[in-house]
Structures are given as structure tokens and as C-alpha cells.
């Protein structure tokens, strides 16, 4: 049996998934864009325990503090653009006996979606968990405050000031 693995960022659809889900409120892409700086300062410097791609671990208190929800990431996703003939050249894979599969970072919500559009079964899928409404439920107010005083702070931030950024993130 054949097998071929696809990213879904990329090769499936063309959306990146976590700054198009910042972009549901207000500054939000600005927001994503400093973040995934931080993330990129942090795998130049091998920290250690860190992994690159990690921005859709550091973007999760904004969405909870901005209440987005499962719902809005699935919307979200069958909004997303498909890469054209992606859908058919799963079809054309699997119908010449290739087992196809999908294995992405993207949110759970937003890859099962996709991948369900361009006609790969969910149990050939391999992405991130994440409980989004659960985490929604648990977020107190004091928290919620902390996440809105940060991100004022970013918004203040000016592109390429790397060091300020690492500094203030790094107590973050």
C-alpha cells in the first residue's frame, strides 16, 4: 500500500489558520504578528524546552480573553480558501490506492474541517487538541485583565525592536 502524508497549511489550504483566527477581533493580526516574532526570536536562541511553532501555544490567552470560541475556528475554516486541485488530487490519490493523510499544527477544530473539504478521513488526521471552550469557561477576571494589559503593551510595540519584545515577553 502506498501512503503520502500532506501539511494542511500550505499544500491544502492557503490560510494561515492562527493569524486569521487573531483577526476576528480587533488589532488582532498586529497582535499575531509580534507574537510570531517572539516565537521566532525564541527558536533562534535554542531556548531550551521550546519548540519553533509554538505561537499557537502563545496565542491562546488572547482568544480566550477576546472569547473565541470552537465555533468561530470551525466557521472560520469552512470560510478558508482550498488550494485549487487539492480536493482533486486527494481523489485521484485515493482512487489509484493511496492512503492519504494529513498531519498538521493547526487547532483540531480548523483541520477537521479542511480536511473533510478535500476529502481526507478524519481518522488519517493528526493535528493539535484543543479544548478552546473548556479553557473559555476556566478563565477568571484577574487573568483576563492581565492578557488585556499585554496586549496593550504590544499593540504600543514598534516592529524590529527585538530586545524589548524578548525582554517583556520572557516575564510574560
Given at each position: 500500500m502506498n501512503l503520502i502524508f500532506f501539511d494542511l497549511e500550505g499544500p491544502l489550504s492557503p490560510q494561515d489558520n492562527a493569524y486569521e483566527l487573531m483577526?476576528?477581533?480587533?488589532?488582532?493580526?498586529?497582535?499575531?504578528?509580534?507574537?510570531?516574532r517572539y516565537d521566532d526570536l525564541l527558536a533562534l536562541e535554542n531556548r531550551e524546552d521550546y519548540e519553533p511553532g509554538d505561537t499557537l501555544a502563545l496565542i491562546v490567552p488572547f482568544l480566550i480573553c477576546h472569547?473565541?470560541?470552537?465555533?468561530?475556528?470551525?466557521?472560520?475554516?469552512?470560510?478558508?480558501?482550498?488550494?485549487?486541485?487539492?480536493?482533486?488530487?486527494?481523489a485521484s490519490l485515493?482512487?489509484?490506492?493511496?492512503?492519504?493523510?494529513?498531519?498538521?499544527?493547526?487547532?483540531?477544530?480548523?483541520?477537521?474541517?479542511?480536511?473533510?473539504?478535500?476529502?481526507?478521513?478524519?481518522?488519517?488526521?493528526?493535528?493539535?487538541?484543543?479544548p478552546l471552550d473548556r479553557y473559555l469557561s476556566l478563565a477568571?477576571?484577574?487573568?483576563?485583565?492581565?492578557?488585556?494589559?499585554?496586549?496593550?503593551?504590544?499593540?504600543?510595540m514598534k516592529p524590529g525592536?527585538?530586545?524589548s519584545m524578548k525582554m517583556r515577553f520572557d516575564r510574560f
Open positions: 483577526k476576528l477581533f480587533p488589532q488582532g493580526g498586529s497582535i499575531f504578528e509580534v507574537i510570531s472569547g473565541v470560541s470552537e465555533g468561530d475556528i470551525a466557521r472560520l475554516a469552512q470560510r478558508a480558501t482550498l488550494v485549487d486541485g487539492a480536493a482533486e488530487l486527494i485515493s482512487s489509484s490506492g493511496w492512503k492519504v493523510f494529513c498531519i498538521s499544527t493547526s487547532y483540531e477544530q480548523y483541520a477537521r474541517h479542511i480536511a473533510q473539504r478535500v476529502g481526507i478521513s478524519p481518522e488519517n488526521l493528526a493535528c493539535t487538541r484543543f477568571r477576571k484577574e487573568d483576563l485583565a492581565l492578557v488585556e494589559g499585554i496586549e496593550h503593551e504590544i499593540i504600543k525592536d527585538d530586545e
